[in-house]
């Protein structure tokens, strides 16, 4: 049995999800289902992140082991022959056999759009149109999250994970012409953690109290926020294994052009 991990790209918009439904449209579902003609055999995908509808991503990493001897290029061009435009596998290579996508994966990093130009339509599936943010506001107020804190309060109803702590390792707000990028990396997020964290970030004001974020924080209590924002913004961007040079992930299209200004991979 071999072990393969591979690099996926998605728009999220017309799934219901990472996870495998057995009556609607998954990225889990469409690519096994391509993993298995191309094996002749039944393939069973782990992934780093299970990202929810709508979600998109630039960087996510699943993992499957197989009997069947493919080049990695036969792989990857096999899945992709048979999978809708809307999914992309960038890359796929061998590892060793304990290597588990979710497992030994260290940090996950999403990137959340706003825009500001809030009549275009097309960027409504690729961003959250906010009119008159203040990135330099919004990045103040985020690095109150920076460490390992009880994270309750940006929690969504409905997380199964045993424990509300989680360590963000940075949380960087940076505005890029008609765009506000959100940059998150933790060792692991709860449900809706990051859409719950820019919902609030998107109501931070001039007049805004400058503790509003650690205060929301301290309180445990999902009730004090309020709406959860919208899935289209977010973008599952990379996943960190210390064992693996994976290769780089692309910018979203929105960022294309901006490379001076976003670090695609910080120093680990």
């Not at 809708?84 to 060793?96: F, H, K, L, Y």
């Amino acid at each position: 049995m071999g072990t393969y991990a591979l690099g996926v790209e998605y728009n999220g918009e017309n799934f219901s999800g990472w996870q495998k439904q057995l009556d609607r449209p998954t990225i889990q579902g469409s690519l096994e289902k391509a993993l298995s003609q191309v094996a002749d055999s039944e393939i069973q995908l782990s992934a780093a992140g299970r990202t929810d509808a709508g979600v998109h991503a630039m960087g996510q990493v699943a993992s499957f082991r197989s009997a069947v001897t493919r080049s990695s290029e036969q792989w990857r061009r096999g899945v992709n022959s048979l999978t809708p435009d809307s999914i992309n596998v960038a890359w796929v290579t061998g590892v060793e056999d304990d290597f588990h996508a979710r497992f030994s994966a260290t940090a996950r990093r999403y990137l959340y759009l706003f825009m500001d130009r809030v009549e275009d339509t097309h960027a409504k599936q690729l961003a959250w149109s906010v009119a008159s943010l203040n990135a330099d506001l919004m990045h103040a107020s985020a690095q109150f999250l920076v460490g390992e804190h009880d994270f309750t309060t940006f929690r969504g109803s409905g997380c199964q994970a045993e424990t509300p702590y989680r360590r963000i390792n940075h949380c960087v707000v940076k505005r890029i012409g008609d765009l506000v990028v959100v940059d998150i990396e933790a060792n692991a997020f709860l449900l809706h953690m990051v859409r719950n964290i820019v919902s609030c970030l998107s109501q931070i004001k001039e007049d805004s109290h400058p503790d509003y974020l650690l205060e929301l924080l301290s309180l445990r209590d999902r009730t004090q926020i309020g709406m959860t924002a919208p899935s289209s913004g977010l973008y599952l961007f990379d996943v960190r294994y210390p064992d693996y040079d994976f290769p780089l992930p692309r910018l979203p299209s929105l960022l294309l052009g901006a490379s001076r200004e976003f670090s695609i991979r910080n120093e680990k």
